[in-house]
């Protein structure tokens, strides 16, 4: 429980439950500010350079990107992973934040859950045009066919099939349900005819009644409960796409876990990065406070660690385990050609982090955004580390090369940003990017105190 | 059906809760109430049952399981096992995963499909079934069926409804 005769309040001067309706709306309903055009101009910009990229990849296939045979998994593979992993921090806030009951969550869960989504599809577009022929993408799903095989499931290949879109239809129908009641509040304030007529479709018919809170209470709660497992699921899953392979560095048990917390870590400094550009462009500290930062940068130094520990852990076993091929993969990692990619790493993932032990560093809005992006660059270069080292020294030294990406690569990878600021921003145009319904409840606790004290 | 009520307005959670707590006492049935976003303790006054939306997920949900199960025992060890590298064509433990994913999808979805259906949550371009634009803002909304209660005329209700706190009221017909 919040308790707030001993923390910070979690609302900010709100004198009735209309005026968070009001300030909520208030973007929606008048043209943007210039900051929201440069962000969106920009995005928009390397948007563009994604969709030239995905252009040549589709044209003339996949042998534009820097991969090759011994390096076969690159920049794709990296950047669906830290897509991914970056919308787990979506679902942490929204499921598992909900199930511990922490009040705080209630005015950043929006927009960390569309987060998630966002995220998601930007994370899914990867391994669908590595496939080379992505046409043919519907090959994964087991149907009866002409060829008379059915699909490998013994493949965490398939397992991410399904475990990624089971995680973005749960994300999204999770995300739906908790816009229903703010969309009707939007139906009934609005004055626009038009918007009248999409929110009355898209609200379905919510009313408010007391019998559909409860259900809605219910539902979002057993969703939270199953979404919690869902999304430890899916990280596992993922990197299981390594651990069940024989390449050292990549046959490891300690993947699922350190996976995970390497998702919620990345996931956490995206949110805050995000958090920390809306609050600026629509002026919201009122409901994105600093206290909410503070908090995120707890979870953040708790993943944080547990990244650094999986590490240390990692490198440790190599030696220990007496396996020649195991060390030498760790040693290259740290001192061999892609040295770089991997100090560059420890310093964002391992250091950076540990900064936030300090009050001064955690409540400083300047120093939490760099932070934040510090360890997104970092947990990027996590993945490229982890896929591109394995593999271009393998067991055959004759087969041994190097890995530069090409532009197309950077393209695509750029491009992803684009997508994703520019679903981003166009959302916090159309849509409740804050729960109006969830930030109500908070305060109509405190208005109800205070009716109290005053007679 | 349409259906006549009496509706009274409130501005504050503690007066509503305290008004439920009220109106239940002097035997007034209490058609509905209306509020911006779940008031906590609600339920139990008005009297609402527990929903049973999650045994819904749990059975479709363990449905779901037995059958990603099945269907990938049945696929690759019995239909047509695929030969990849010697492995065995039943493999459980692999098939784990999946089962994982098609419970927790089928036990969701079908939960929020009913979940649409009892709250009769379906797309419409005129809703027709909203007490009052200002229950989904600012204001908590009472609803009582005037018949219900022999005890106490129309006037007589309205006088109650106002003693505990209710700052408008006002007849309506809702559609059942």
């Known amino acids: 429980m919040h308790d707030e005769s001993k923390r910070e309040p979690l609302v900010h001067s709100v004198s009735s439950l209309g005026q968070i309706t009001e300030e909520v709306s208030k973007p929606l309903n008048e043209r943007p500010n210039k900051v929201w055009y440069i962000y969106f101009g920009i995005s928009l910009a390397l948007l563009l350079f994604g969709a030239i990229s995905l252009y040549f990849t589709l044209f003339e296939g996949i042998g534009t990107w820097g991969n090759n045979k011994s390096v076969g998994w690159a920049f794709a593979i990296t950047n669906f992973v830290f897509w991914v992993g970056i919308g787990h921090a979506g679902t942490f806030i929204s499921a598992i934040l909900l199930l511990f009951r922490q009040k705080w969550r209630n005015s950043i869960n929006r927009s960390a859950e569309t987060m998630t989504i966002f995220a998601v599809i930007c994370a899914a577009i990867f391994p669908v045009i590595h496939l080379g022929r992505p046409w043919l993408a519907a090959w994964f799903l087991p149907y009866p066919n002409s060829r008379n095989l059915w699909v490998n499931f013994n493949s965490p290949l398939l397992w991410d099939v399904f475990a990624i879109s089971t995680y973005f239809t749960v994300s999204l129908v999770f995300w739906y349900i908790g816009m229903v009641p703010d969309f009707a509040t939007l139906r009934d304030q609005t004055k626009n005819k038009i918007k009248k007529k999409i929110y009355s479709l898209i609200s379905i018919n919510w009313n408010g009644s007391a019998q559909s809170w409860s259900r809605h209470e219910i539902v979002s709660l057993v969703l939270a409960g199953l979404a919690a497992p869902l999304v430890l699921s899916v990280h596992s899953i993922v990197s299981t796409d390594f651990a069940t392979s024989v390449i050292p560095g990549w046959h490891t048990t300690i993947f699922p876990p350190y996976f995970v917390a390497g998702a919620i870590f990345s996931g956490f400094a995206m949110v805050l990065t995000l958090m920390i550009i809306i609050r600026k462009v629509f002026n919201f500290d009122k409901y994105i406070t600093l206290y909410h930062f503070e908090q995120m940068t707890k979870v953040i130094i708790l993943t944080g660690s547990l990244v650094g520990l999986a590490y240390s852990t990692e490198f440790f076993v190599a030696w220990y385990s007496g396996n020649g091929f195991e060390l030498f993969a760790f040693v290259n990692r740290a001192t061999g050609p892609f040295w770089w990619a991997y100090w560059i790493m420890v310093t964002c993932n391992v250091v950076s982090p540990q900064l936030f032990w300090f009050k001064k560093i955690r409540t400083s809005i300047p120093a939490i955004l760099i932070l934040s992006i510090l360890i997104n660059v970092g947990m990027w270069f996590e993945r490229f580390v982890i896929v591109v080292t394995s593999l271009h020294r393998d067991f055959l030294p004759s087969s041994w090369t190097d890995f530069s990406a090409t532009w197309v690569d950077a393209g695509l990878f750029i491009g992803s940003f684009g997508l994703f600021f520019t679903l981003f921003l166009l959302f916090i145009r159309v849509g409740p990017y804050v729960s109006i319904a969830e930030v109500k409840d908070l305060a109509a606790k405190k208005l109800m105190r205070r009716s109290e004290d005053h007679g | ?176």
């Open chain 2, 1 to 176: 059906m349409a259906k006549k009520v009496k509706i009274g307005f409130y501005n504050d959670e503690g007066v509503l809760l305290s008004a439920l707590k009220v109106l239940r006492h002097k035997d007034i049935k209490i058609h509905n109430v209306f509020t911006p976003y779940p008031v906590h303790g609600l339920d139990d006054i008005i009297g609402l049952k527990k929903s049973r939306l999650p045994i819904v997920a749990f059975i479709v949900g363990a449905l779901g399981a037995f059958g990603a199960m099945g269907f990938q025992i049945w696929s690759l060890a019995l239909d047509w096992t695929i030969n990849i590298g010697g492995k065995p064509g039943l493999a459980i433990p692999s098939f784990v995963p999946i089962t994982f994913e098609i419970m927790v999808l089928s036990g969701s979805l079908s939960m929020v499909a009913v979940f649409f259906l009892r709250n009769r949550l379906f797309p419409k371009l005129k809703v027709d079934n909203i007490i009052d634009p200002r229950a989904t803002n600012d204001h908590y909304v009472v609803s009582i069926d005037p018949e219900c209660c022999s005890d106490f005329n129309s006037n007589e209700l309205e006088n109650i409804l106002k003693e505990t706190g209710a700052i408008e009221i006002q007849d309506k017909e809702v559609i059942e």
